[in-house]
Structure formats: C-alpha cells, structure tokens
C-alpha cells in the first residue's frame, strides 16, 4: 500500500486560513469515508482532530474542518493561530490489506 | 480516561527481534468496539501503520511489514504485544500504541511513544 499524497509544507500568517490536501486513491480516500487528520507538536504523540471526513471529536476547535472530492481529502484551518504550528497527518481506511494508510505529513507554518 | 503506555528496550541489534508491550489502563481491552495497533516514526519521517489486532485474537498487518510482524493479545494483563523480526536500521523509529475505534477507523488514543534503536 501507497502513502497518501500530501504536500510537504504550508505556511499562513495569522488569522488566515490554510487547506491541507491528501490524494489517495479510489481503494482508500475515493472509496470510503474513513479519512481522519492528526496533529502532532514536535515530541508528541499525534492528536486526532476529525474524523470520518469532517467530524470534529469533542474539544478540537471549528477552525479546524475537513472535506473530501473524489480521491482528495482536504483540512482547512481557518483563523490561523500560534498554536497550530505543527505536523499534520491524514489517514484513510484502505482495502488493499483492511488496514489504514497514512498520508507523508504535511508542516504547517504560522508566519 | 483510557491511557496506553509502552515499554520494551530502547536498543536493539541488527538481525535480532523487537519486542515491544503497551498496557491498556482505564478501559478493558476485551471490549467489542476497538482494535488495538501499532504505529511508527523513524526521526524525522512520517507514520506507517504496522497493524491491529482484535481481542479475540484476529490480526490486520501492513503487507510490507507482514512477514516479520507478530502482534498479539493477552486480555487477563490488559496487554498487547508486538514483535518484529530481523530488524535492520530502518527500522529505527518511535512506536506507538494506540486504540482504534472500529467504527470509524480512527485514532482517539496513543501512547506517548517509545523510540527503538537498531544498532550493534
């Protein structure tokens, strides 16, 4: 199984909003709504922030929604804060092996 | 509040087998409504999902990692296992337990993650 495909870096000021891609397949993102995204601070364990495409489990802030078209998964972060400065990971149920597959990572900085 | 925490040694030979436990605390791994996995990241790269397995003993493993992967359960500790054969220096990482919820194929709670290093 392929990684899914996600852009190595973005960057935002404050206040703005960035969208993070993540391409996969019709075997894992196109076939299924199981895409999540993660955040992980340098040193950390990654932090679930949605899943099932565009659900946000308690206590993660609206800025942060999810969409999908196609075989692209996509996470917006809107109002950009400090804070969000970090790696973000997306993942997808796949077929090819009733696993999970796991986007390359993409870092985000808050200029 | 469930917490999963990993142990094992943080040094391993080349050629030789990684073998890693996370104990679940806060929750009954024999509960119906999760897999229990394994996740890693060498420095600086990104996660790879290793595989999962079901309390009843039923396993998932990422076919490049198949043949050397073993994950198993013992729900009377609240424990599951990993081991991983023949190790070479990529596979030098910080692994993770974590909890999968079956229904939606998702990530709610890792450990803080372990790093293993191959080397002699």
Same mark, same amino acid.
């Given at each position: 199984? $392929?990684?899914?495909?996600?852009? @190595?870096?973005?960057? %935002? ?5 960035i969208? =993070? ?5 019709? $075997?894992?993102? !196109? %076939?299924y709504?199981?895409v999540s995204?993660?955040q ?8 679930l922030? =949605? ?11 609206d800025?942060?929604? %999810?969409?999908? $078209? ?11 804060? @400090?804070?969000?400065? @970090?790696?973000y990971y997306? $993942? ?12 390359? !990572? ?6 | 509040?469930v917490? +999963?925490?990993?142990? *094992?040694?943080?040094? #391993? ?6 073998? +890693?436990?996370c /104990?679940v605390?806060g929750?009954s791994i024999?509960?119906?409504d999760?897999?229990? &996995? ?6 600086g ?11 009843? *003993?039923?396993?998932?493993y990422n076919?490049? +990692?198949k043949?050397?992967v /073993?994950?198993? #359960?013992?729900t009377s500790?609240?424990q ?5 054969? &023949?190790v /070479?220096?990529a596979?030098?990482? #910080?692994?993770?337990?974590?909890r999968?919820?079956?229904a939606?194929v998702t990530? *709610?709670?890792?450990?803080q *993650? /372990?790093? #293993?290093?191959?080397?002699s």
């Amino acid at each position: 199984q $392929s990684a899914l495909t996600q852009p @190595a870096s973005v960057s %935002g000021s404050p206040g703005q909003s960035i969208t =993070i891609s993540c391409t996969g397949t019709s $075997s894992d993102v !196109g %076939g299924y709504n199981y895409v999540s995204w993660y955040q992980q601070h340098p040193g950390k364990a990654p932090k679930l922030m =949605i899943y099932e495409v565009s659900n946000r489990p308690s206590g993660v802030p609206d800025r942060f929604s %999810g969409s999908k $078209s196609g075989n692209t998964a996509s996470l917006t972060i809107s109002g950009l804060q @400090a804070e969000d400065e @970090a790696d973000y990971y997306c $993942s997808s149920y796949t077929s090819s092996s009733t696993g999970v597959v796991f986007g390359g !990572g993409t870092k985000l900085t808050v200029l | 509040q469930v917490q +999963l925490q990993e142990s *094992g040694p943080g040094l #391993v030979k080349p050629s030789q087998t990684l073998s +890693l436990t996370c /104990t679940v605390s806060g929750g009954s791994i024999s509960s119906g409504d999760y897999y229990w &996995s394994w996740i890693r990241q060498p420095p600086g790269k990104g996660l790879e999902w290793i595989g999962y397995i079901y309390y009843s *003993g039923s396993t998932y493993y990422n076919p490049s +990692l198949k043949s050397r992967v /073993t994950i198993s #359960v013992d729900t009377s500790k609240n424990q599951f296992s990993l081991k991983l054969s &023949s190790v /070479t220096a990529a596979d030098t990482a #910080v692994y993770y337990c974590a909890r999968q919820d079956t229904a939606m194929v998702t990530y *709610g709670y890792w450990g803080q *993650g /372990t790093l #293993v290093t191959v080397s002699s």
